[in-house]
C-alpha cells in the first residue's frame, strides 16, 4: 500500500513540478514535507530541504550552519545507471542557494553554478534539476554559493551498475568544521592574520627557532619575503567521518571486504588515511574505475573521491583513520566489534625542517626553483621532510614511501644527492617500508586516448600570494580573466605549473580528463587534480560538450579569491537559466572582486593610534591615525589609495592626503636638509611601499611642498607564539617601537614608545 501511494504521490510532483519547470515558489512546514526519495521506473525522485541548523562538536557552544534533510552531512543519492534524476532543491532559508553535482555529466544549464549555467534557487523557494545518470561512480554534491559549503551544504552521489552488490557497500564522507563564520574565516586569511597558526601552534616565531636551533632557517625565511610555512589555512574545530567525529560500524565480521564509496567533501583540508587492518585496496578514483592498487596509506586531496576495498582481517574492530593534512585531528570509522585495533598516528609536523628545505627551492623573485627534477604526480612529497613518523626509524623520506615511479628512477642521481645534502635524507634498502598512493601508480582498465581532432593547448601558472592571500592563474583572477573559448570537437590539453607553496586541486566541472602519468592509452580519468607546490602536471579532454564550464582550486577560500577560468564552447546553444552571457559571467567572477575591512588600534595610556583599512584582490584604501589626549601630542592621520602591482604584490604605488595638528614649535630637519614641521602638515603625496627582504615596508614618497620621506617598517614579529614586536623609522628622525601580547581572537594587551610622545600601554584590538 505504502508504494502505491508513493508512487501516486511521486507522479503527481512530478506534474506539479514540471509546470513550474525550474522555479516554482513555495513556503514549507516540516509536516508538508515531502518524502526524501521516490522511485517510478527509472525516474528516481529526491526532496532536499535546505534548513538554518544549529552545530556543536567536541563540547563547544552550538553554532550557526547549514542543513539537507536536517544532517550533515546531507543524505547520500543513490541511482542506478539508466535512471533519470528529479530533484527538487527546496530552500527555506532567507538567502539564495545553488547545488552543484560534483563528477558528473550533464546538460549544462543543470551544473549549478549559480549565474553562470543555472539559476540559484531563490530564498523560500524551489528548483528542480532533472538529467539522465550516463554513468556508474562515486560523485558528490555541494553548494557552489557564497561559501554555503563549509557550513555544511555537501553530501554523496552514488550510482551502481543493476547488477551490484551492494551488501558490504559503505559511503563515507569526509569533512572538516569550524566553529568560525565562514566569512569570517575568509576575512582573516585575506589581512594576514595569523590567529588560525596559533590555534594550530605552528606559529614558527624567532623564539621557536632559537630553541630548536633554526635561527638561520628563520632569517632565510624571511629574507625571501616568506611568512612563516603551513600546510592548510584554517585551524579547524573538528574533522568528520559522516558528520561523527567517530563512528562504529559493528556489523562488520571476520572476511568481510567492505567497498567504500570514500569522498572528501571538505572546504580545505586533505587527509591521511590509515587503515589498522593491513593494506587499503584502490578500485577507483573520481569515480572512475582504476587497476587495484594496494597500498598502506593515501592522501586524498579536497574534493577528491576513492572507492576502497577493505578486508576484516579478525573479529575486532578495525579503525580507519582519516588524518588532517596539517596533523592537527583526525576522524574515525570503526569497523568490527571487539577490541580495538587502531591505525598508526601521524604525529605534528616539523615546520622548520620543511621551511629549511622551501628556503633552498625559492628564489629572491617569489619564484620556485625545482632544481631540475621531475616534479609532477603527486611522486615526491616535499613536505616529507617534516613528518615525524620517518623520523622514528632509519628509513628515508626517499624509498618507497615515495612511491617512486619509473619517471623518477630515471631522475639525474645529481639531484637525488642535492636532495639528500639538503634535508638529511638517506637512501634506505627497506624492502618493508609502506607504500604511499601516488598518481603515477593509477592505471585505467580500459583505454582513455582521446577521439582524433584539433587540439588546443593552454598553459596555467597558479601563483598565490599567502601575504595577502590572492590566489590565481596567469596573475589574473576570474573577474580580471575572460571567458578561454573552445570548440566542440576539439582535444583541449592543460600544462599546469604550480608556482605557489599551497596544493591546489584543481576541478572541471562537467568533463573527465586524461592525467598523463606514463600509462599511455591507460592513462587514469580524473576531474579533480591535486597538484603540489613545484609540480608540472599535463592533462587534457575532449570538448563533447556546450555552454559555460567552470575550471577552479576546489580549495573553498582559493576559489572565491580567484583561483580558477570558464572554458565556453563557441555556437553554444541557448540557455534559458541564463538569459544573458555576459552579465552571467561578471556575477560569477564577483566573488574574487569581494572588499575586506580591517581595524587594527590601539588604545594607550598617552594616545589611540591604528590603521583603518578596506582592501581587495588589487586595491587598497587605508588610513593610519594617532590621536594624542593633549594638545602636545596632538592627533594626525595620513590616508592612502594604492593600486598592487606584480605577481607577487609587493609593489604598491599609492596618492594620498597628509594631515597632522599640534601646538608648539617643533620645526626640524629632516636627514635630506628640508625643513619638517611636525606640528602643523595638510599636504597631498604620492609615493610606493615596497616589500624588502626580512618583510620590511619601505615606503617613499613626496608631498605638495616637495618634503621627501623614506619609512622603514616592519609589523607582527613573531618573538614567541603570542609575543609580536613592531617598529619603525623614518627619515624625518621619527621612530617607534611597541609589543604585544596576543589574549584572543580579537585582542591583546600593549606596549608602545613613541619617539614624539613617549611611553605608552594599554589594550590592543585586531578586527
Excluded at 190 to 213: P, T
Amino acid at each position: 500500500m505504502y508504494k502505491i501511494l508513493a508512487t501516486i504521490l511521486a507522479l503527481f510532483t512530478i506534474i506539479n513540478y514540471s509546470h513550474a519547470q525550474h522555479h516554482h515558489m513555495a513556503n514549507y512546514t516540516d509536516s508538508a514535507r515531502l518524502p526524501e526519495r521516490m522511485q517510478h521506473g527509472t525516474n528516481v525522485t529526491y526532496h532536499l530541504y535546505v534548513t538554518d541548523t544549529m552545530v556543536s562538536y567536541n563540547k563547544h557552544k552550538p553554532v550557526m550552519g547549514m542543513a539537507i534533510n536536517g544532517a550533515i552531512p546531507g543524505p547520500a543519492l543513490n541511482f542506478t545507471l539508466g535512471d533519470t534524476a528529479w530533484i527538487y532543491v527546496h530552500n527555506l532559508t532567507d538567502m539564495e542557494t545553488s547545488i552543484h553535482w560534483h563528477g558528473l555529466i550533464l546538460p549544462n544549464e543543470e551544473d549549478g553554478v549559480p549565474y553562470l549555467t543555472t539559476a540559484p534557487v531563490k530564498a523560500h523557494g524551489t528548483h528542480l534539476y532533472k538529467f539522465p545518470i550516463t554513468h556508474t561512480g562515486t560523485y558528490w554534491y555541494h553548494s557552489h554559493d557564497m561559501l554555503q559549503q563549509q557550513s555544511g551544504l555537501y553530501g554523496a552521489f552514488i550510482v551502481r551498475k543493476k547488477d551490484d552488490d551492494r551488501s558490504h557497500d559503505y559511503t563515507l564522507v569526509l569533512s572538516d568544521w569550524t566553529n568560525d563564520k565562514p566569512e569570517q574565516v575568509n576575512r582573516f586569511l585575506h589581512q594576514g592574520n595569523d590567529w588560525y597558526a596559533i590555534k594550530k601552534h605552528a606559529v614558527q616565531s624567532y623564539g621557536e627557532a632559537i630553541v630548536s636551533g633554526h635561527l638561520g632557517t628563520k632569517i632565510g625565511n624571511e629574507w625571501k619575503r616568506m611568512e612563516a610555512m603551513d600546510v592548510s589555512d584554517v585551524a579547524y574545530d573538528a574533522f568528520t567521518s559522516n558528520g561523527k567525529i567517530n563512528q562504529y560500524l559493528s556489523q562488520y565480521h571476520k572476511g568481510d571486504k567492505v567497498h567504500i564509496h570514500v569522498v572528501n567533501g571538505s572546504s580545505s583540508t586533505y587527509f591521511w588515511l590509515t587503515w589498522a587492518g593491513g593494506k587499503m585496496s584502490v578500485v577507483a578514483n573520481d569515480g572512475m574505475p582504476v587497476k587495484p592498487v594496494p597500498v598502506d596509506k593515501m592522501i586524498i586531496g579536497t574534493a577528491e573521491t576513492y572507492d576502497i576495498e577493505l578486508t576484516i582481517p579478525e573479529n575486532m574492530q578495525y579503525e580507519l583513520r582519516a588524518t588532517s593534512e596539517d596533523r592537527i585531528g583526525h576522524t574515525s570509522t570503526w569497523f568490527g566489534k571487539g577490541m580495538k585495533m587502531e591505525a598508526p598516528n601521524l604525529g605534528r609536523l616539523d615546520y622548520f625542517a620543511g621551511m629549511k628545505m622551501m628556503n633552498k627551492m625559492m628564489n629572491m623573485n617569489g619564484t620556485m626553483n625545482d632544481m631540475g627534477m621531475d616534479m609532477s604526480l603527486q611522486k615526491m612529497d616535499m613536505n616529507k621532510v617534516m613528518y615525524p613518523e620517518l623520523k622514528k626509524t632509519k628509513s628515508s623520506t626517499m624509498t618507497k614511501d615515495t612511491s617512486m615511479s619509473s619517471s623518477m628512477r630515471k631522475m639525474d642521481m645529481s639531484h637525488m644527492d642535492h636532495m639528500q645534502g639538503m634535508s638529511g635524507m638517506k637512501m634506505s634498502d627497506s624492502k618493508n617500508e609502506p607504500v604511499v598512493l601516488n598518481y603515477a601508480m593509477l592505471e585505467s582498465p580500459t583505454p582513455t586516448t582521446l577521439p582524433e581532432g584539433k587540439w588546443k593547448t593552454l598553459t596555467f601558472e597558479l601563483w598565490g600570494n599567502m601575504n595577502r592571500y590572492v590566489w590565481t592563474i596567469n596573475n589574473k583572477t576570474v573577474s580580471e580573466s575572460d571567458a578561454i573559448l573552445i570548440k566542440r570537437g576539439e582535444n583541449i590539453r592543460i600544462i599546469l605549473k604550480n608556482q605557489s607553496m599551497m596544493r591546489h586541486p584543481m576541478h572541471l566541472h562537467g568533463h573527465f580528463f586524461r592525467v598523463l602519468n606514463g600509462s599511455g592509452e591507460y592513462s587514469p580519468l580524473k576531474n579533480t587534480l591535486d597538484i603540489m607546490p613545484m609540480e608540472t602536471d599535463t592533462l587534457e579532454f575532449h570538448g563533447s560538450e556546450y555552454g559555460d564550464w567552470f575550471f577552479h582550486c576546489h580549495i573553498l577560500y582559493h576559489m572565491m579569491s580567484g583561483m580558477g577560468r570558464i572554458f565556453r564552447y563557441e555556437n553554444s546553444p541557448y540557455n534559458p537559466q541564463v538569459p544573458d552571457p555576459d552579465k552571467a559571467y561578471k556575477i560569477a567572477g564577483k566573488d574574487d572582486q569581494k572588499i575586506y575591512p580591517h581595524v587594527d588600534a590601539e588604545f594607550q595610556s598617552n594616545n589611540t593610534n591604528g590603521t583603518a583599512e578596506l582592501f581587495n584582490t588589487r586595491y587598497r584604501l587605508w588610513t593610519d591615525w594617532a590621536v594624542g589626549y593633549n594638545s602636545e601630542a596632538g592627533y594626525s592621520s595620513e590616508t592612502h589609495f594604492g593600486r598592487y602591482i606584480g605577481k607577487m604584490q609587493w609593489f604598491l604605488p599609492y596618492v594620498g592626503w597628509d594631515f597632522r595638528h599640534r601646538t608648539g614649535n617643533f620645526k626640524e630637519t629632516n636627514i635630506f636638509g628640508q625643513s619638517n614641521t611636525k606640528n602643523d602638515r595638510r599636504v597631498f603625496c604620492m609615493g610606493f611601499q615596497y616589500t624588502l627582504p626580512m618583510l620590511i615596508t619601505a615606503d617613499t614618497r613626496i608631498d605638495t611642498e616637495g618634503k621627501l620621506r623614506v619609512q622603514f617598517s616592519k609589523n607582527d614579529i613573531a618573538i614567541t607564539e603570542k609575543i609580536r614586536g613592531e617598529a619603525m623609522w623614518d627619515t624625518d628622525k621619527e621612530w617607534s617601537a611597541g609589543v604585544r601580547y596576543i589574549m584572543g581572537k580579537y585582542w591583546g594587551i600593549s606596549a608602545h614608545y613613541d619617539s614624539n610622545i613617549g611611553v605608552g600601554a594599554g589594550i590592543s584590538l585586531n578586527y
